[in-house]
């Protein structure tokens, strides 16, 4: 009987690992090949947290690649650091049909500093791997093994990486110790976790299946919304040589500071000297402030050292003041060491930042959300706010890299919560004049004056610096008009807390206006076409605006005497929860004037709302190319 049990155990075990191993591409189904560029066959990630400074973290995934758009997803990046090690990595290839047609090891990895020419942050290292095969399907499987030397991170699961990635199978297994405190937050899975325990460990293994690939939805909220996903906090952690418990964001940011910040701010008597003497003529605290972070703007200059890589403590204020660079981290920093000179408070604010919004969850701490650092100083009720990695941005504005979110501000007090300023639709502002003249074939010259607030200066701000033939080429791709010239070019800046750019061109458009059959049909809306959207059938997710914006234009073009206005088009008005859209025409003597505007709203959508949303573009657009037909005199 025994014999018999020991047979089928092994026949059963042979059979499980043939399958698992049984990387043929027609065996995938087709439910899963749909809208997917690559294939999950199986995951198996396990954490081992066996002590606060022993983590072992372990991932044999494979993954069947199905076209060339699925390339990224066969591509291993791995950081690492004096904190964290790659004790192994191997790998095979296999082709369509499954057979095995290649091995590589940690030596086929590049190897590469996470930061180039930079010797202070020489112990952040990268090793990266893509496979070069170039015929499709193929099927790469990793196998590696990270160790950490701290739990104040641990790895969040998410399954299914993108959209165009479906899974057939994979796991997450999180190992402890029967007493090990925790929190977990969960989202979009439908099964509990299953749990194991035993005098020696506690066993929690999630499991998902079957999960299709979806084709993107435009105008969609971020994937961190709705994605599987699986996050674990340990309550007790080590971090190097430091010890801490948290379970809120109050208590982590009370051990940020206490731990990480506190003795980071010591300068040489000599900058202490310069700063004082710098701000001994200014008033306030506001202005002292500017003064001060001029001078940050001027000595200093940033390197990207992302977070999670770079480590949680900021280089010393010192070290900054010394080598003039470093990371968001370190300039924060440097920039209140200079500030506490002059006894000015700040708060040291971690944020995750992005085009896309996102905010720290306010329902979940955790040290792996954030990105970036900035600074907040309350000034008695002016709260005002610093990037401190630019060089050219004005005082106290946040660009839309940071705006409309909430971060974590790190004090003596503790961990708070707090929201960074909102650049509103109105504030968003686009508004440009042109003063355009035609001649009698329908080409035209003038001058056009845009000014740019808010996001919009953002987008544009970065022109100012460039040499001529590359504002020339820029302005050519936002000006997408056949034959147009741009006979001068000049940018004037207001660099303030709400900062404006103010740009003025001399133009030329040769044949703007076309001929034919005795008539001159002339676009009015030269400068600013809404573009269509795509239509999409049975949507599921919900329409996410991110960021609203106002444009108003106004062109008065001066006619030639040989035109006589045929058919002049009647007024525009469009209105709905989206935004909102007017466009008018006057004639007054022998000059044509347009005036339009459009509003674009920010905000969440349900689903079934897109066609709505659809209609308005697509009638903004329609209207946006509405034309006047001139008669030509004989």
């Not at 590049?110 to 496979?131: C, G, N, T, W």
């Amino acid at each position: 009987m025994k014999v018999i049990s020991l047979f089928l155990i092994s026949f059963l075990s042979f059979i499980t690992c043939y399958a698992q191993d049984n990387y043929d591409s027609e065996l995938i189904p087709s439910t899963l090949r749909n809208r997917a560029n690559a294939t999950i066959r199986n995951e198996e990630t396990v954490v081992d947290m066996r002590s606060p400074d022993n983590v072992i973290y372990s991932v044999k995934q494979a993954i069947t690649v199905l076209n060339k758009n699925g390339e990224n997803s066969a591509r291993l990046v791995l950081f690492y650091d004096k904190n964290t090690s790659i004790k192994s990595i191997k790998g095979e290839i296999y082709n369509e049909v499954g057979k095995l047609t290649g091995k590589f090891s940690q030596s086929d990895f590049k190897d590469e500093s996470a930061v180039q020419d930079f010797s202070l942050f020489e112990d952040s290292r990268v090793k990266h791997y893509l496979p070069s095969v170039n015929v499709y399907p193929y099927t790469i499987v990793y196998t590696y093994e990270m160790r950490y030397k701290q739990n104040l991170i641990i790895p969040d699961w998410v399954p299914k990486p993108a959209s165009d990635v479906s899974v057939e199978k994979s796991s997450y297994t999180f190992i402890c110790k029967p007493t090990d405190e925790f929190r977990i937050k969960t989202q979009n899975l439908a099964n509990k976790a299953l749990e194991s325990v035993n005098e020696k460990q506690k066993t929690l293994v999630w499991t998902v299946n079957n999960m299709m690939g979806v084709k993107p939805e435009p105008y969609s909220p971020d994937r961190e919304n709705y994605q599987t996903s699986v996050k674990i906090a340990p309550q007790n952690f080590s971090y190097f040589n430091y010890k801490g418990n948290y379970t809120n964001w109050q208590e982590l940011g009370k051990w940020q500071y206490d731990n990480l910040l506190k003795n980071r701010k010591t300068l040489l008597p000599t900058t202490i000297e310069t700063i004082k003497d710098l701000v001994k003529n200014e008033a306030t605290d506001k202005e002292k402030a500017r003064k001060i972070y001029q001078y940050l703007q001027n000595k200093t200059r940033y390197i990207s050292v992302q977070i999670g890589i770079g480590g949680f403590q900021p280089i010393t204020a010192a070290d900054v003041d010394r080598l003039g660079y470093g990371d968001c981290k370190a300039l924060v920093n440097y920039m209140q060491s200079l500030l506490d000179v002059v006894g000015i408070e700040s708060y040291y604010c971690i944020v995750q930042a992005g085009s896309q919004k996102k905010s720290l969850d306010p329902t979940y701490a955790s040290m792996n959300q954030g990105n970036h650092i900035i600074l907040c100083m309350p000034l008695k009720g002016d709260t005002t706010w610093l990037e401190c990695t630019s060089q050219k941005i004005p005082f106290g504005f946040l660009s839309d890299f940071t705006d409309d979110r909430y971060v974590l501000a790190c004090t003596p007090e503790g961990g708070k919560l707090l929201h960074t300023p909102k650049l509103t639709t109105p504030k968003n502002l686009q508004i440009r004049k042109a003063d355009l003249s035609m001649d009698k074939d329908g080409s035209v010259t003038g001058n056009l004056k845009t000014i740019f607030s808010g996001a919009q200066y953002d987008n544009h701000e970065e022109v100012i610096d460039k040499p001529l033939t590359e504002q020339q080429k820029l302005l050519a791709e936002a000006y997408d008009i056949d034959n147009i010239y741009f006979d001068k070019i000049n940018y004037v800046q207001k660099k303030d807390i709400e900062p404006e750019l103010t740009e003025n061109l001399a133009i030329t458009i040769r044949n703007y206006g076309s001929i034919n059959n005795g008539k001159l049909f002339l676009l009015l809306n030269a400068f600013n076409v809404k573009a269509t959207i795509p239509d999409a059938k049975n949507r599921t997710l919900p329409v996410y605006l991110n960021r609203g914006y106002t444009d108003a234009d106004s062109i008065t073009y001066t006619l030639p005497e040989n035109v006589i206005p045929f058919i002049q088009p009647n007024d525009t008005a469009i209105k709905s929860e989206f935004g909102s859209y007017v466009s008018k025409t006057v004639l007054e003597g022998n000059k044509l004037i347009y005036y339009r505007k459009f509003v674009l709203n920010d905000g969440t959508f349900p689903a079934e709302s897109y066609a709505a949303f659809f209609k308005f573009i697509t009638d903004v657009n329609t209207a946006d190319h509405v034309k006047v037909v001139f008669s030509l005199k004989k």
